[in-house]
């Protein structure tokens, strides 16, 4: 018997003793109870912040942008701040997924599901931002390049506003193929389980007639190969395309080079610490802990605090470069305006939350322990809104013209745009979590046998008997009631 061997020194990434039954129940059974009461009112509180969302996007879009305190100086303000936020949580999921399985890191699959589902919600949110800030919506249809009648009449393809537009369509689209093509198995899986005829019916027609066979499962795979391997370079570009917003303009402060590794970092941090925050909520709520371990925290926490470490840099390195360059107006934007100036202490916040304390992730105490994990994922996402919005303000308020110069705050329309996508953001996720497997099970069944707990510690007791009493063990360990797709799915393992 060939026996795939992992390293006995890496900890499990399932915890307990566990079949592959055993994984079907822990992840499928809480699908088919009834929601309890904690579910029922975090998604009335979701629908309540969504709908006074859409009452201040009517609100803006009746009398106009006028509403916003946009003003001559500051042309950008909450919503293209908000735009960025968004787009960056929505870069940890296609990470997780896409560049973690090319790299074929087991721990990815615990967690891959429900940060997926992460991105394509973040995204959803994000993509109304440069929508309602053209004022005039209705003229939407201006930004895509169709053959039209209006003669020479063309989308200005320099404008990095319009590569947003094709880089977070695809962006978007690619994901929710990712994320549905891995549901696949689940559906069908769920679909065999269900009691009710529409829920059989339901489950049926979105799992596409899956039965398990191996000719289905290399399709899968090799589906999922090709989206990973798209996704891959489209997690680089999107947050890339995003940074030329300001990077291919003269601003002082936007014009620099360094912005685009600078955002893909700065997004890859507060993906993994939305990623953490949502993720700590669900283990505890579902009692997925043995699913979603302390082991895949410390990996997310790792990943954390090196792209803290590369946004740390980058804020250090635009100082220097401010300095260095000897040009007054950089200088002033960076040294008198934005780390003083009236609007001073939001650059203080940002490199409090975003430099100074992820370092407390180097302590491997720190990385493991939950609660300060949870706090520090607040922190970071607190931390990277404010970097947005010094990148934003702070560069826009002083002007040229000291006659023009201006402070900003925000209106209330502004406020409620932005805790409506709150609200579209939980009312997602909470039916997400209510509907769909929150955890890949296929994907958690593959890795069992090599990373699962039980099986780790056969792997010892192997290297201490011969092989055919230990073979007999496991068979009898492997209960005969584990549902077929779990089996045909891995015979390849």
Known sequence: ????????????????????????????????????????????????????????????????????????????????????????????????????????????????????????FAVMCAGQFPIFHMGRVWMAFFVLPYPNTRGPLWVNFNSPLLWD?????TYFTVSLLFWYS????????????????????????????????????????????????????????????????????????????????????????????????????????????????????????????????????????????????????EFATF????????????YWIMMTCNVITPQVFWFRKMRRNVAVTFVMSIIVNIGMWFERFVIICTSLYRDYLPSSWSYYRPSWPEVGFYMGTFGLFFTCFFLFAKYFPVIAVAEIKSILKTSGESFKNGMQKYEEQPAEEFEAGLHHHDDHHHDTHGAVAHAHN
């Open 165 to 169: 537009v094709f880089a977070i369509s």
């Open 182 to 329: 891995g549901l696949i198995p689940d559906f069908a899986t769920v679909r065999d389980r269900a009691k009710t005829k529409l829920r059989k019916l339901l489950y049926g027609i979105a799992s596409f007639g899956w039965t398990g066979s191996t000719k289905h499962w290399q399709r899968h795979e090799a589906l999922s190969l090709v989206l990973a391997g798209l996704s891959t370079p489209l997690v680089l570009s999107v947050h890339t395309i995003v940074s030329f917003d300001f990077a291919t303009s003269v601003i002082p402060g936007w014009h620099t080079t360094i912005f685009p590794p600078y955002f893909v970092a700065g997004a890859i941090f507060s993906g993994f610490a939305m990623v953490q925050t949502l993720l700590i909520i669900v283990r505890k709520v579902l009692k997925l802990e043995e699913y979603i371990t302390i082991g895949h925290m410390e990996a997310m926490n790792k990943v954390i605090v090196l792209t803290g470490s590369v946004v740390g840099c980058a804020y250090l390195t635009e100082l220097f470069m401010a300095w260095y360059a000897g040009v007054p107006y």
């Open 335 to 346: 040294y008198k305006y934005r780390a003083a100036g009236p609007l001073g202490w939001s």
């Open 1 to 120: 018997m060939h026996l795939k061997y992992e390293s006995t020194l890496r900890e499990p990434l399932v915890d307990g003793v566990k079949d592959y039954h055993q994984v079907t129940e822990d992840i499928i059974s809480p699908i088919e109870a009834k929601p309890g009461k904690l579910w029922y009112v975090g998604f009335v509180i979701s629908l309540m912040l969504l709908g006074f969302g859409i009452f201040s996007v009517t609100w803006e879009v009746y009398y106009g942008t006028g509403v916003w305190n946009l003003n001559k100086t500051v042309g950008w303000g909450w919503d293209i701040t908000n735009f960025v936020w968004w787009v960056g949580i929505g870069h940890a999921g296609t990470l997780i997924s896409a560049i973690l399985l090319l790299f074929r890191q087991g721990w990815r699959t615990g967690v891959n599901r429900a940060a997926e589902a992460m991105t394509i």
